[in-house]
């Protein structure tokens, strides 16, 4: 099986950066494609990116392209979302979900994953 661990939330004001990071453990996480999702208080949990299980396919939200950043380094079983320009409305719990995929595939919905990381809170302030 594979556990996931994400860390690097916190506390910024708006333009600021942020860089999750999410650990995995387990043999089968370099054929995992890997993906995070974010959920806001009284919102259903979003779509944020998802990069494939060798780094070379990813894709991302509307609302966080060209400011958020997914790569992944499968020599330290890690996934690392770098966030910049945040902005007050990306505020949330941020999750980490992975699951077994063909080489250039992405997920984008949260039934595609199988295992998922218990969340960093996220918070921007104005």
């Known amino acids: 099986q594979v556990l996931l661990v994400e860390s690097g939330g916190g506390l910024v004001q708006a333009g600021g950066s942020l860089r999750l990071s999410c650990a995995a453990s387990?043999?089968?996480?370099?054929?995992?494609?890997m993906g995070w999702f974010r959920q806001a208080p009284g919102k259903e949990r979003e779509f944020v990116a998802a990069i494939s299980w060798r780094g070379d396919s990813t894709y991302y939200a509307d609302s966080v392209k060209g400011r958020f950043t997914l790569s992944r380094d499968n020599a330290k079983n890690t996934v690392y979302l770098q966030m910049n320009s945040l902005k007050p409305e990306d505020t949330a719990v941020y999750y980490c979900?992975?699951?077994?995929?063909?080489?250039?595939?992405?997920?984008?919905?949260?039934?595609?994953?199988?295992?998922w990381g218990q969340g960093t809170q996220v918070t921007v302030s104005s």
């Open positions: 387990g043999r089968s996480f370099s054929t995992y494609a």
């Open positions: 979900a992975g699951g077994p995929a063909h080489r250039l595939v992405v997920f984008t919905k949260p039934t595609q994953y199988e295992r």
